[in-house]
């Protein structure tokens, strides 16, 4: 591949890791101070990206209309309705003591759950390969749970900004500390299901209608904000505790909003993750662009332990390995049989 093949997907490459890793870590920041933050944080995500991607590229400023869409509009609410499942769970259940390496461990195993979908509901056949990389991981998942469920704890109440009084932490000191992980896992594993069944779902509507990565994005969106309506009177509820939380940051003679700041900061960069993802899956194959995502989030696993200081013991360690060996066998073994294949094709036709 010459090197002006390798610039746009070296770029991506980068793209993914910054802002898909820096959104990891700044989420987990807003979560460590409001464990219950999840549907403000998505709400405002949906916002922001709907507003950035509609001014970019879906609205026409000239005809001051939307432009017309490939896919139809119909199936945008079909696919925003799993979107914004999938979303709201995930966020969700940072709610309920799920810590962010179990998070990202957990979601790892995402490829189990698309595998059993496209078998049980698409009628698709997988190769020996795939299915002992989905025993590796779901194992792994498996064993990192019930570890993670020996250490249950609540997130504990952060002295923020000089020790100022927080409302929020008070709300922690005053939550019942009751095992209540069960629940996290699972809202986690509907949110697991849910992004296999939208994955098969988007394939199937890319063979038939074609595929506009940006229209996607900006359509999912749009329409969950429609869908976040129930949750409003919660979300004022969080913003106006956030408000009255006086949680600032001063930095010479400027008081900064430390949790809307970050609230900023991880829709920004939960875009520029998205926009990264596409552009990838754009200029490289599939194989490629799973193996960066598995190594993204390794390394994201990685950097939470270091910086925020997650407990990570051995057990932790020899889950994860599992979950991240099996998917590597996952996507590597179909490619290196297809490999093999067409050079035994070839073999054939010069004999």
């Known amino acids: 591949m010459s090197t002006t093949a390798q610039a746009p997907l070296l770029t991506s490459i980068c793209i993914v890791f910054l802002g898909c890793g820096i959104n990891s870590l700044v989420l987990e920041a807003i979560v460590k101070i409001d464990p219950k933050s999840g549907l403000l944080v998505t709400y405002f995500q949906f916002l922001l990206i709907s507003l950035i991607e509609g001014g970019l590229s879906q609205f026409d400023f000239k005809t001051f209309s939307f432009q017309k869409t490939k896919l139809p509009i119909i199936h945008h609410v079909g696919l925003t309705l799993v979107f914004y499942l999938a979303s709201v769970l995930n966020n969700a259940a940072y709610s309920y003591n799920i810590s962010q390496p179990f998070h990202i461990t957990f979601r790892s195993s995402t490829l189990a759950a698309s595998l059993l979908v496209g078998y049980l509901f698409f009628k698709k056949k997988y190769p020996l390969s ?3 990389g989905v025993i590796l991981i779901t194992i792994g998942v498996i064993y990192v749970t019930l570890v993670n469920s020996d250490h249950l704890h609540l997130f504990s109440s952060l002295s923020c900004c000089g020790g100022a009084s927080s409302h929020i932490n008070e709300e922690i000191t005053r939550a019942p500390k009751a095992p209540v992980e069960i629940t996290g896992v699972i809202i986690l ?15 199937k509507l890319k063979r038939t209608y074609g595929s506009d990565w940006r229209e996607n994005i900006f359509y999912s969106h749009l329409f969950s904000l429609g869908t976040m309506a129930f949750f ?27 949790l809307w700041t970050l609230t900023f900061f991880n829709g920004l960069t939960q875009y520029i993750c998205m926009v990264g993802v596409q552009m990838l899956a754009y200029h490289s194959d599939p194989v490629t662009l799973n193996l960066v995502l598995t190594l993204r989030k390794f390394m994201s696993l990685l950097a939470s332990i270091i910086i925020f200081e997650n407990r990570f013991g051995a057990d932790h360690a020899a889950g994860t390995a599992l979950v991240f060996l099996g998917t590597i066998i996952y996507y590597v073994g179909p490619a290196k049989t297809l490999d093999i294949s067409k050079k035994m094709k070839r073999k054939n036709k010069c004999e």
Not at 233 to 258: C, K, Q
């Open 189 to 203: 594993t509907i949110a697991m299901f849910a992004i296999g069944f939208l994955g098969h779902l988007q394939e």
């Open 130 to 132: 795939e299915c002992v």
């Open 232 to 258: 409003l009177s919660d979300i004022n509820e969080r913003a106006a505790l956030w408000h009255a939380d006086g949680l600032f940051y001063t930095f010479m003679w400027w008081s900064v909003p430390v």
